[in-house]
């Protein structure tokens, strides 16, 4: 596909489940960013890859999330013993060169995750 | 501090009024900043890059200011189609802003 592609589109868990999301970048894109974005916020950093290396994981909240990029491609963004406090839209965002660079990041429709 | 601040808004303008956001970053090293437009339950999607020079795009000016460390964007003519969230981000650090909240009355 031409743009960010990320599934599923929405997940309920119960809370203590594990859960994985997925996130397909741009074609050729070099970067890909993680994004938490709680109602009524902004997207919160979560963690940066350029390629397959995770150059920036900062925001992680905690050592229940964890993400991945193997080939430098597709990443998975995997969350354990989910928690009702993680529930919000997690947006991926993929740009052509490395951060902090002049090339804008472009987002996915993101993925909404509720923790009953 | 945030590295990265908004006035949260919300706006409430007229159409064709003219109304303007700032947004104040704390790393004097950013170098790329752009805006982005947010519509509800949507992702953000990119309005304009913010040059040092400033720029403008239709009715829409971005302009950087290095020495206050902030930039802004001007809406002119605003129409009912401009309400949402408008999102600030510096690059280098790749933090967003909270977003500003518009709505354009008819």
């Known amino acids: 596909g031409a743009g960010v592609s990320q599934s599923p589109r929405y997940k309920v868990a119960k809370r203590g489940q594990d859960v994985a999301l997925r996130c397909d970048p741009i074609?050729?894109?070099?970067?890909l960013f993680w994004y938490q974005q709680a109602l009524g916020q902004g997207p919160e950093f979560l963690t940066y890859?350029?390629?397959?290396?995770?150059?920036?994981k900062s925001g992680l909240p905690s050592d229940r999330f964890f993400a991945e990029r193997p080939e430098g491609s597709v990443s998975t963004l995997k969350i354990q013993r989910t928690q009702q406090e993680d529930s919000a839209v997690y947006l991926c965002?993929?740009?052509?060169f490395g951060a902090g660079g002049n090339q804008p990041q472009h987002f996915g429709d993101g993925t909404r995750l509720s923790i009953l | 501090r945030k590295e990265v601040e908004q006035d949260p808004g919300p706006f409430n303008v007229p159409e064709g009024a003219t109304v303007a956001f700032n947004c104040t970053y704390s790393?004097?090293?950013?170098?790329?900043f752009f805006w982005y437009r947010q519509d509800c339950r949507k992702e953000p999607k990119l309005l304009m890059s913010?040059?040092?020079s400033g720029n403008e795009d239709g009715r829409f000016t971005a302009q950087l200011n290095r020495a206050s460390q902030y930039i802004s964007l001007l809406i002119r003519d605003s129409k009912l189609s401009d309400s949402a969230t408008y999102l600030c981000?510096?690059?280098?650090?790749?933090?967003f802003g909270a977003g500003t909240r518009l709505t354009v009355k008819p």
């Open positions: 074609s050729g894109h070099v970067s």
């Open positions: 981000v510096v690059n280098n650090d790749m933090r």
């Open positions: 913010v040059y040092s």
């Open positions: 890859f350029q390629n397959e290396a995770q150059l920036d």
């Open positions: 790393n004097s090293a950013s170098q790329s």
């Open positions: 965002a993929s740009s052509l």
